[in-house]
Nanobody
Framework: QVQLVESGGGLVQAGGSLRLSCAASGRTFSTYAMGWFRQAPGKEREFVAVISWSGRTTYYADSVKGRFTISRDNAKNTVYLQMNSLKPEDTAVYYC????????????????WGQGTQVTVSS
């Protein structure tokens, strides 16, 4: 069992920045791929970014490429999402998730999810 706790969400003006954190329990965190997803009201959950267990491989959704950066600190069992140049359309609940077997952008493949943190970007 892996428990994930996101933090760092909040209200920010368009063009601003936020840094989300996701703290994970468990001794095998460093062997898992970690992903960030988001869900806006009335919309399906969508992929944002994913990072391999080593941190050497990352993938991003086209909508956030060049603005968001995913990273991890395995010593702290934490994955981060640095979000810059935020836009109102980035408003959503952001979730982190664990995939124990592969690096993927498909939500259905993930094994554990956090409770989410709200990000609101005002225009």
């Amino acid at each position: 069992q892996v428990q994930l706790v996101e933090s760092g969400g909040g209200l920010v003006q368009a063009g601003g920045s936020l840094r989300l954190s996701c703290a994970a329990s468990g001794r095998t965190f460093s062997t898992y791929a970690m992903g960030w997803f988001r869900q806006a009201p009335g919309k399906e959950r969508e992929f944002v970014a994913v990072i391999s267990w080593s941190g050497r491989t990352t993938y991003y959704a086209d909508s956030v490429k060049g603005r968001f950066t995913i990273s991890r600190d395995n010593a702290k069992n934490t994955v981060y999402l640095q979000m810059n140049s935020l836009k109102p359309e980035d408003t959503a609940v952001y979730y982190c998730a664990v995939d124990r077997e592969k690096i993927t952008r498909w939500a259905i493949e993930y094994d554990y999810w956090g409770q989410g943190t709200q990000v609101t970007v005002s225009s």
